[in-house]
């Protein structure tokens, strides 16, 4: 179902478009978490560390992909906001053209680079081969996982949340069932949980594509014309590659935590990677307001109304904070609840609730930064998100981390307190080129009056 976002209430239409997304990210998460919890549950610390490093590498190849395909959403969120079928056809069609390339690339890459990835994060001696055997088996689904996003990509663009969903969905579940019989069941520790992961991708694309097939698309589309549109592809990548460079180096930045955690022994990985799991799902609302504005402003940008673009942003702050003041409560005070979830060590509970502590008081601060990007994204200032992004990621949460990690005594909640920093400098990088759009908008208004 597509959502039309140029005309009429501005608040329902919104969240209508941002709970299906929100619910997607809850089943996405719980899909990656399900590795965890589950090895948590019935293997080593050892194969919980080797999880949770490679989660993290995947994470980062990952970005890539997700990055790129904003460029799709953006793009198509515009084209439909102008009324142009046509041309949302050539986008889908050179969108899988660019993502199935992509996807070719990114795993040849990680087949060859895996061990040395491995190294490059100091995984612990004890967990290095299980971590090996993760990210090498993940990689033969890095082409489901592009087929994924690019499809998510183009819907959400139309406005349509609930294909997505379904998507996940199918994925999810998949992932539980084959989780559990591959390492509850077959004891295969971290090498099950990966393959469960490919499996349950590769599930979710061919029912997807199977439904979408049966459904129909609002537009022109033949799989005959998928093919190199230099023009259209160079929209893609100008607006998603500022966003996957940015996301990459982000997701790099906090591999370069990870690697300063690993060094502190298994405990603190294991804990510091139950953590991250946690946070993912602490994210959600902010992560879903941030693509949902994305869609939302772009379709607004396209039909030429930027005032109602900068009031769907302003709804997305006021109603994401508000998630954001209960997880935050919950995270700070609650942490060994939520980390007891994915890990039954004691010690590995401590370190994790311990590192959540920080990232409540980051959760507050992401309901006004998501927001903004979103609001960017949507505007086709891809650029200046990588910009912040990389700022915050190089200039100040690494720094802080690494500088944590050498105070003593040492402890996961001063590391993590790198992430509100960097999240904090973002937002007012982000409130200084608000106003500066603003009045770029203002001072070109008054000038079309006058002529």
């Not at 460029?71 to 986008?91: A, D, M, N, S």
């Not at 949340?161 to 069932?177: E, G, Q, S």
């Not at 520790?189 to 979408?212: N, P």
Request: with cysteine; hydrophobic share 55%; aromatic share 10%.
């Amino acid at each position: 179902m597509r959502a039309e976002f140029t005309s009429g209430k501005i608040l329902a239409p919104l969240m209508k478009f941002t709970v299906p997304i929100m619910i997607a990210l809850i089943l996405q998460a719980l899909y990656g978490a399900v590795d965890l919890l589950v090895v948590g549950q019935f293997a080593s610390p050892e194969a919980v560390s080797a999880v949770a490093t490679g989660s993290q590498v995947m994470h980062t190849m990952m970005v890539i992909i997700t990055g790129l395909a904003m460029g799709i959403t953006v793009l198509i969120g515009q084209q439909f906001g102008r009324g142009e079928p046509e041309k949302v056809g050539q986008t889908v069609e050179s969108g899988v053209f660019l993502f199935g390339c992509l996807a070719l690339i990114l795993t040849g890459i990680m087949l060859f680079a895996t061990p040395a990835l491995v190294t490059l994060m100091q995984a612990p001696a004890e967990a290095v081969a299980f971590t090996n055997q993760y990210v090498l088996i993940c990689s033969g689904g890095i082409l489901f996982i592009a087929a994924y996003n690019t499809l998510g990509s183009i819907f959400r663009g139309l406005g349509d949340a609930r294909t997505p969903l379904l998507a996940v969905a199918i994925a999810c579940a998949a992932n539980i069932v084959l989780d559990l019989l591959l390492v509850a069941g077959f004891k295969m520790g971290a090498a099950g949980a990966a393959l469960a992961t490919v499996m349950a991708q590769a599930i979710s694309v061919i029912l997807s594509l199977a439904v979408v097939a049966r459904q129909g698309l609002p537009f022109p589309f033949s799989w005959r014309h998928i093919r190199f549109h230099g023009s259209t592809i160079k929209e893609i990548v100008k607006l998603g590659a500022p966003v996957a460079l940015q996301d990459l180096l982000v997701s790099i930045s906090f591999l370069a935590i990870t690697a300063i955690v690993n060094q502190l022994g298994v405990i603190a990985s294991a804990g510091v990677g139950v953590a991250e799991k946690v946070c993912t799902f602490i994210l959600l609302v902010p992560s879903a307001y941030a693509q949902s504005i994305s869609a939302y402003v772009a379709q607004n940008i396209g039909a030429n109304q930027p005032q109602r673009a900068k009031r769907g942003m302003v709804c997305g702050i006021a109603t994401s904070l508000l998630f954001g003041i209960f997880m935050s409560y919950f995270a700070f005070f609650h942490g060994h609840l939520l980390s007891g979830l994915f890990a039954r060590d004691a010690q590995v509970i401590y370190a994790a609730a311990d590192y959540l502590k920080a990232y409540a008081i980051d959760t507050l601060l992401v309901s006004f930064m998501f927001c903004f990007v979103g609001y960017f994204n949507g505007c086709g200032k891809t650029t200046f998100v990588m910009f912040q992004g990389l700022i915050g990621a190089f200039c100040v949460r690494i720094p802080v981390s690494y500088l944590a990690s050498k105070c003593v005594p040492v402890t996961l909640f001063r590391i993590g307190l790198a992430t509100p920093c960097s999240t904090f400098v973002q937002i007012i990088l982000c409130v200084l080129y608000f106003f500066v759009l603003s009045r770029k908008e203002k001072k070109n208004a008054s000038l079309a009056s006058a002529q």
